[in-house]
């Protein structure tokens, strides 16, 4: 659960609503991930993550794909599993194949945080177990 409230588009500031449209023309949506609704609970930081994120990831010497892969190594590696899922998606809309990911996961040496495998109900059961 989130240690903030989640500032949905319709309940935003003009301010917040101005950076959310932003996102969206961005990144081609039509919606707002709970990263960006938790991040407008300040305004402030919103704004200067957005403006950081979109200035990384304009064109430059790393195509768009390369850039999310080495997010995904790195939100890997940081065992965040919201990171991993929403950069893995950007990374595919971006044209990363089921081969570059596996590749990628394997190189990170964290196969089961980077797949985001569930726990086993045997498994889980078991480790409770004295």
């Known amino acids: 659960m989130a240690l903030v409230k989640f500032i949905e ?4 500031s003009p301010e917040v609503r101005a950076v959310y449209d932003d996102i969206m023309t961005s990144r ?3 919606w ?7 991040l407008a609970s300040d305004p402030v930081t919103l704004k200067r993550t957005w403006d950081s ?8 010497a790393l195509d768009a794909l390369t850039k999310e892969m080495i997010y995904i190594a790195v939100s890997v590696t940081n065992n965040c599993g919201y990171c991993i899922n929403s950069h893995t998606a950007s990374a595919r809309k971006a044209g990363m194949t089921d081969a570059q990911f596996a590749e990628l996961i394997a190189v990170t040496n964290r196969l089961a945080n980077g797949y985001q495998v569930e726990i086993d109900e045997r498994v ?7």
């Open 9 to 12: 588009y319709a309940d935003a």
């Open 28 to 30: 081609k949506v039509d």
């Open 32 to 38: 707002i991930t709970n990263f960006w609704k938790a």
């Open 53 to 60: 994120v979109k200035q990384v990831m304009e064109p430059g």
């Open 124 to 130: 889980a059961k078991a480790a409770k177990q004295r």
